[in-house]
């Protein structure tokens, strides 16, 4: 979350949103812990963003009120995903 990888993974999913709102009001959440980012992303997107009341551990989080719509990039809701996929092998002899 340090690298400037991660403020160019930041970038690409609010622009990415911006997109599909098609102009349509949206609100973008960042991190708590992302906070500091604020300016710089502002300045490199052109979008406003909103420092979120929740940590969702990284990631950013947007809504589309007119379309009851979330758009979910938060590094908890991949982990939430991931577990909810998450399938145990029965069985298996581990050790």
Known sequence: MQSEAYGDLLCTHMINAAKFANKETLTIY???????????????????????????????????????????HSFLGMLDTQYN???????????
């Open 30 to 72: 960042l991190n708590p812990s992302d906070s500091a980012r604020k300016a710089s992303l502002e300045l490199a997107t052109g979008l406003k963003l909103t420092i979120s009341k929740e940590d969702f551990i990284g990631g950013i989080r947007a809504t589309i009120p007119s379309r009851n719509i979330l758009i979910d």
């Open 85 to 95: 996929n998450f399938q145990f092998l029965g069985g298996m002899n581990v050790g």
